[in-house]
């Protein structure tokens, strides 16, 4: 028997024991009646409580799960990602999906684009200057419709609200990572319309030492990537204080890009890099938690904006340092008021070269020199009313101030409101929510509000309704949602009369447990954006409607020799109502067309069932077999992904003389292999791996989800990668 599994099946035991003596508690933790999803199985088994004492574990079996009740079995795992009330995955008011440690560790995962790239509906494309970005469902997210944290801290800048992600966030620092695959709940806001990933580190006392990590990569025909952490942690009394520092390399491609034009092509291999520094503090005593992170982002790139092509390579910096205090006041036990204090300043897209700088500089528009100050300050109570109904209401407050340096060009600049340039600016937002929870016989009931009122734009008001049953073995969820998200700073800027944007999603998921350690779950989910907040014609601008539906379908199976977890994803896109002439304005639209000698537009071919960029089927499968059963543990990793043909703009030369031509990609299948060595060499702490990425030499490439005339981005080819990790307890 594999021990670092039978330890973890204890611990649950354990827990599992102590719930049953404490059934009130765990009505008010877990809710009544929960539903069953399919992750449940894989959190018991990997679930890692401290301090727990040696137990005789050659005697316990997998298979003694299975006399243990239903809804204790499913309930172990707690989320907070779409509740402010710590509830089980099932009864989590959204579409969720939770990455444990052990998984990611297993996989062997490059960053964290691997690891997404495993989530039903994720997938990625490459923005302007060579960044990548997150696409949901079929749509472009990675402009403000997706909200990424670390430890509940904001990612997305405050500028254009984009999140690069290739090569950025230390894996061996994560704990783990909640995601909702839909609209954030109520309490969220801003940029939680299509997606929320927070991002847990490990706690203090679960690093318990000194840790030391690192990976390396060698593509076929360059160096793929060089990165290392530090991490320290440890509990002192009451006191627990971690830091942690992220530093590193990284190619985007070994290959070449070839621009539309068929003059522009350079190697990517020092050209197109991406470094990551980041370091995350922090302290904290009782219920009191106060956190510093650090994030300073490098990229270099030749491939620019659209057809701008480069003579060499250019730097641009996305830096982040954000303070953050938080306070868990038990008022009683069961009201608790949370009080909290931030402060965020950021130099995001940073931008000035010195050759760039000089206005006479053809890349001169390049340049961006701008700060944003944030500070913010929210207040929330929280209170079980009774055993069936639990609220949380709250108000944040936050002001914005951007500043603009001298090298900013003029034409970068805001306007003041009476017609004249202005180095600086400032908005505010008052934020106000509520979320309920009732729990019956009959169904379980979230309900949700929040109303926002942004200084740049109308009072907004958006309704949230979740409802969770579980039937046996059975569950359903039922949810509607809205998300109302303002313009940025940028969009505002670039288009003064740009409008707000709002998220609606009805999503349905149902959940079949077949056995203690095999589920299945299939999600049907529609997904729409009123007044879209798109980039086109070189600025921002307001698009009707922009609409996915699709399904999203689950198995996974666990036992004492490893896991398999397999998902397909399919979206639609919808153009109903939306007449040709709207149509046109759309930058995500699969297009083909020509401007004849009258000066009217041909459609030479299109497809409105699909978008730019993201392939309408995909298919994962993420597995992991356990080669020993001693404390020594060998493990496989295989994982596959297939991906369906996507469309690119392929043709600039039609687009300059007003059209446009797109075409079809191959699918992709990529064939991952990652061998992880546990307790290496009997040596307690000492991990290592190695792995093959794009075993089959796919090539994959990052499709520009939209058109500003940029060329596909080439990816990495088969990369060999090495990985290392020592912990040191004291």
């Not at 070449?256 to 003059?263: N, Q």
């Not at 050209?271 to 922090?282: C, D, F, K, R």
């Not at 970068?412 to 509520?434: E, I, K, P, T």
């Not at 699909?610 to 295989?638: E, M, Q, R, Y």
Request: glycine share 8%.
């Amino acid at each position: 028997m594999h021990i670092f599994l039978l330890k973890n099946m204890t611990r649950c035991i354990l827990f599992l024991s102590r719930w049953q003596t404490q059934p009130e508690t765990a009505r008010h933790t877990a809710g009544a009646y929960s539903s069953c999803i399919f992750l449940t199985i894989v959190l018991l088994i990997l679930m890692g409580v401290n301090n727990i004492q040696a137990q005789d574990l050659d005697k316990i079996d997998i298979r003694d799960l299975d006399n243990i009740s239903f809804d204790l079995l499913l309930d172990i795992d707690l989320l907070q990602v779409a509740s402010k009330k710590p509830l089980s995955k099932k009864d989590v008011p959204g579409v969720v999906t939770l990455i444990k440690r052990d998984e990611i560790q297993n996989s062997g995962a490059r960053d964290l684009t691997d690891v997404l790239r495993m989530v039903p509906g994720f997938e990625f494309g490459g923005d302007i200057q060579g960044v990548i970005g997150i696409g949901v469902r079929g749509n472009w997210a990675h402009e403000g419709k997706s909200l990424v944290m670390i430890d509940g801290l904001q990612i997305n800048d405050f500028l254009f609200a984009t999140v690069p992600i290739g090569n950025r966030f230390a894996l061996d620092q994560i704990e783990r990572i909640e995601i909702i695959r839909g609209p954030g709940s109520s309490f969220y806001g801003g940029f939680a319309e299509l997606t929320v990933i927070n991002i847990i580190t490990r706690a203090p006392q679960d690093i318990d030492g000194v840790v030391v990590s690192g990976n390396f990569g060698q593509m076929q025909d360059a160096f793929g990537r060089l990165n290392g952490n530090i991490s320290f942690g440890k509990k002192f009394g009451e006191v627990a204080v971690g830091v942690s520092a992220f530093v590193g390399k990284a190619n985007t491609s070994d290959r070449a890009y070839k621009g539309l034009e068929d003059t522009v092509s350079f190697p990517m291999a020092d050209n197109q890099t991406i470094s990551p520094l980041s370091v995350n503090a922090t302290v904290k005593a009782g219920d009191f938690q106060a956190r510093v992170l650090y994030d300073r982002y490098n990229t270099t790139m030749r491939n620019g904006i659209g057809t701008t092509s480069l003579p060499r390579t250019f730097s641009t910096n996305f830096t982040s340092l954000v303070a953050d205090a938080r306070y868990e006041w038990k008022i009683s036990d069961k009201v608790t008021l949370s009080p909290r204090l931030n402060y965020t300043r950021q130099q995001p897209w940073n931008l000035a070269d010195s050759s760039a700088i000089n206005p006479a500089s053809d890349f001169n528009f390049l340049v961006i020199d701008k700060t944003v100050e944030r500070l913010l300050g929210s207040l929330a109570i929280s209170a079980d009313v009774s055993k069936n109904l639990f609220f949380t209401l709250g108000t944040e407050y936050y002001i914005d101030n951007g500043n603009a340096s001298s090298v900013d060009p003029p034409s970068s600049l805001w306007n003041d409101g009476r017609g004249n340039s202005s180095r600086s600016v400032q908005y505010n937002n008052f934020g106000v929510f509520l979320q309920t929870l009732l729990t019956t016989n009959l169904v379980n009931i979230n309900a949700g509000l929040r109303l926002d009122k942004y200084s740049a734009v109308p009072l907004a008001l958006v309704p949230w309704l979740g409802l969770t049953k579980t039937i046996g073995n059975f569950n359903v969820k039922a949810l509607f949602g809205q998300n109302f998200r303002a313009p940025s700073i940028e969009n505002i800027r670039l288009n003064p009369n740009i409008k707000p944007e709002l998220t609606t999603a009805l999503e349905i998921e149902l959940g079949y447990q077949l056995q203690y350690n095999m589920f299945v779950s299939a999600n049907i989910f529609n997904v729409s954006i009123s007044d879209a907040i798109i980039f086109g014609g070189g600025g921002y601008i307001n698009y009707a409607r922009t609409q996915t539906r699709g399904v999203e379908l689950e198995y996974f199976f666990k036992d004492t020799w490893g896991s398999v977890n397999v998902n397909y994803s399919f979206y639609l896109a919808s153009n109903d109502g939306l007449s040709d002439s709207v149509r046109m304005q759309n930058p995500y639209r699969v297009w083909s067309y020509r401007t004849n000698t009258n000066g009217k537009q041909e459609t030479l071919f299109t497809n409105d069932n699909v978008v730019l960029g993201f392939a309408p089927h995909k298919i994962t499968l993420n597995s992991s077999f356990n080669l020993s059963d001693v404390a020594v543990g060998l493990s496989i990793n295989p994982s596959f992904v297939f991906l369906g043909s996507r469309y690119a703009v392929s043709t600039l030369k039609l687009f300059v003389e007003g059209a446009q031509t797109v075409q079809e990609t191959k699918s992709v299948a990529l064939l991952n292999v990652f061998i992880h060595y546990k307790n290496a060499f009997k040596v307690q702490g000492l991990d290592m791996g190695v792995g093959v990425y794009d075993a089959l030499g796919s090539n994959y490439d990052f499709v520009q989800p939209y058109n500003t005339g940029n060329a596909v981005l080439p990816g990495s080819s088969r990369e060999i990668v090495l990985k290392a990790s020592y912990r040191l307890r004291f």
